[in-house]
């Protein structure tokens, strides 16, 4: 996936971490655990980055040095050439915790309010980008409704309105589809792709392989606080000695052609096959077609319309 | 859903080190939170404790009626300033790291210097507008009640031949004596400089407390110590102790005796300008002392 990024060249990389470790002293004992050992790498500025490991595997620490909330043991991190230690730096930033949880005394716009108005913005600019979010998000209609009473996926999407608020060079996203149905991950997949677009850097942790292989240019993978590999995503995931073909209207001739003409010189055929689509994809399309076959007989349904394709 | 630009904002300020209005947006979101906990329930409660003691007529004279519920209206004022001050400060900085409500706002350009001060002022806030709608109840409570307590006594007191016009308007003075004064106000303002002080010592704990019921627990033996302060340093000079460390050890906590001119100056007393000027500058200093360690504590603390 190529990045088709508004920001200029010479822009500093939107981060860069080097030799990052993280130690931790036990308690109740003089040992200690290093959490993120000698991680380095960089996202370019209008990149989307996907880090991806297992639980417990130093994702969250990672993020968390990036944005400043815990010091390095050793090794630096830089957003956009400012070290993450200067509270200028977070300016720059949108963030978004995995299961967000906000102030629930306040109302969705409240809640946009509150960021917004950390973030040094005021007057009608503040009152007008609260009203774009809100209607990026879908949730105009709850604008006035208290956190309290907001599902699980209505929070991950207020989450992401204030992650925006003041127009961040890089947005950082934790787990950001855990606990959202497929329409509403599929919502968030689309306005990753849409920051990209933008000249947004995204800095994305997940275990959920397929949609970092959806969204991300650059992908790392770090187990056990090492990251283990790194590298844009179509070079990563090559298998080096195998080809594919993909063909469309192929004729059974066709395909004897082929196989023969494969086995004649000594390769070895792993699959025939017809391609398979995801089961997101599946359900997607089903429920895209049950909307249209309910408009088609004029019924009006409440749930919500589907996202469209990228 | 639309698609509105969300492209960064050019030439975007630099923002502030230090912003009054960032620590105003956080001090006004602690006072909404504070008060959507819906802490001013307690006003009800002193509502009803003040119009009962206006209708307690148990005692002999007016003037000791009024000076009931002046005394009485004044200590649930010190009471909840000072339990507000501990419980409320030892609730909102625990709950915002486990709601994780704080890496979201520690992750925008907030020095968390900021974060300290804005929930320090966000409490003092809801204190200050408690405390002044305690004054004025308790204020419209005492002039209603002295109005009845005059009517009543001008139509006895005139019914009695030998007491001259003079005597009646003696007598009528001593009871609007006991009304509300202006110098109440002074001793609104010294409870409020306690609960500062209080606040102040509470953040100081919740930056490297475990939990919230550790903290209030601290909270409030440090105001039990803060008022056995003058006892112990009493004790100790008679001994003949002059341990340079006992004498810094009385310095870390306030001596909260202090604080008790309130209760003078509700019994009727006038604090000089000097001495109010005293106390705010003792109680000014403790709170910057102690935000200033909390922002040492806090500065470093991982989450």
């Known amino acids: 996936m190529s990045g088709s990024s ?32 000698k991680v380095s790498f960089t996202v370019n500025a209008g990149e989307v980055y996907g880090l991806i490991g297992p639980n417990g595997s130093g994702k ?12 390095p043991s050793l090794g630096t991190t830089k957003v956009f050439g400012l070290s993450t230690s200067d509270v200028r730096a977070r300016s720059e930033i949108g963030f978004l915790p995995e299961n967000p949880y906000f102030y629930k005394h306040l109302t969705g716009a409240e809640t946009l309010r509150f960021y917004g108005k950390l973030c040094g913005l005021r007057g009608r600019s503040l009152q007008e ?5 809100l209607e990026l998000v879908d949730l105009e209609h709850a604008r006035d409704r208290r956190l309290a009473g907001y599902s699980k996926g209505m929070l991950q999407r207020i989450g992401l309105a204030q992650a925006l608020v003041q127009r961040p060079r890089l947005v950082v996203l934790d787990e950001p589809t855990a606990g959202v149905d497929p329409i509403g991950s599929r919502e968030i997949r689309d306005l990753i792709l849409r920051l990209k677009q933008e000249g947004i850097s995204v800095f994305l942790c997940s275990h959920l392989l397929e949609q970092v292989q959806e969204v991300c240019d650059r992908v790392g993978i770090i187990f056990q606080g090492k990251l283990r590999r790194e590298g844009p995503l179509d070079e990563l995931t090559a298998i080096e000695n195998q080809t594919e073909i993909l063909l469309q209207e192929a004729s059974p001739a066709l395909i004897s052609k082929i196989q023969a003409l494969i086995q004649a010189e000594g390769a070895d055929l792993l699959s025939l096959g017809r391609p398979r689509t995801t089961l997101e994809r599946l359900f997607l399309d089903e429920v895209e077609r ?5 408009r088609s007989a004029g019924v009006h349904s409440a749930e919500p319309s589907p996202p469209p394709r990228p | 859903m639309s698609v509105p630009n969300h492209a960064p904002m050019p030439g975007r300020p630099v923002p502030p080190m230090f912003s009054p209005g960032r620590i105003w947006t956080l001090a006004a979101a602690t006072f909404t939170q504070l008060v959507r906990m819906r802490t001013f329930y307690f006003l009800l409660f002193f509502a009803v404790l003040v119009f009962g003691m206006s209708n307690v007529n148990l005692l002999y004279t007016a ?3 009024l000076s009931t519920i002046r005394g009485t209206s004044f200590g649930a004022m010190w009471l909840f300033a000072w339990l507000f001050a501990v419980t409320a400060t030892a609730v909102v900085i625990p709950r915002d790291i486990e709601d994780r409500t704080l890496y979201t706002i520690l992750s925008k350009p907030v020095p968390r210097v ?6 320090f002022f966000g409490v003092l806030l809801v204190i200050t507008v408690a405390l002044g709608a305690m004054l004025l109840l308790s204020g419209l409570v005492l002039e209603f009640r002295k109005a009845g307590l005059i009517a009543e006594t001008r139509s006895y007191l005139e019914q009695s031949p030998d007491l001259t016009p003079a005597d009646i308007q003696g007598q009528l003075d001593a009871i609007s004596s006991e009304g509300f004064h202006p110098r109440l106000f002074t001793a609104a303002w010294i409870i ?11 953040i100081l704990v919740s930056t490297f407390a475990s939990s919230s019921l550790f903290t209030i627990i601290v909270g409030i033996a440090f105001f039990l110590i803060g008022h056995g302060h003058r006892i112990a340093v009493d004790y100790w000079s008679e001994g003949g102790a002059t341990n340079n460390w006992l004498a810094w050890a009385a310095k870390v906590v306030p001596d ?26 003792y109680a000014g200093v403790y709170c910057v002392v102690y935000l200033l360690l909390g922002w040492y504590m806090f500065s470093d603390k991982e989450f």
């Open chain 1, 6 to 37: 508004s920001t200029p060249p010479s822009s500093p990389p939107a981060i860069e971490a080097r030799e990052l470790t993280k130690v931790f002293p036990l308690q109740w004992s003089k040992g200690y655990m290093v959490a993120v050992d």
């Open chain 1, 60 to 71: 969250s620490t990672t993020m968390k040095l990036v944005l400043g909330l815990m010091a």
């Open chain 1, 129 to 133: 980008r609260i009203g774009e979010l």
């Open chain 1, 290 to 294: 049950g909307l249209a076959d309910a």
């Open chain 2, 63 to 65: 003037e000791q009626q």
């Open chain 2, 114 to 119: 900021e974060y300290l001060l804005g929930k």
């Open chain 2, 192 to 202: 409020l400089l306690q609960a500062a002080v209080m606040a102040a010592a509470t």
């Open chain 2, 256 to 281: 909260f005796h202090i604080f008790n001119v309130h209760e003078k100056i509700v019994a009727g007393s006038t604090a000089s300008p000097l001495v109010m000027a005293e106390i705010t500058a």
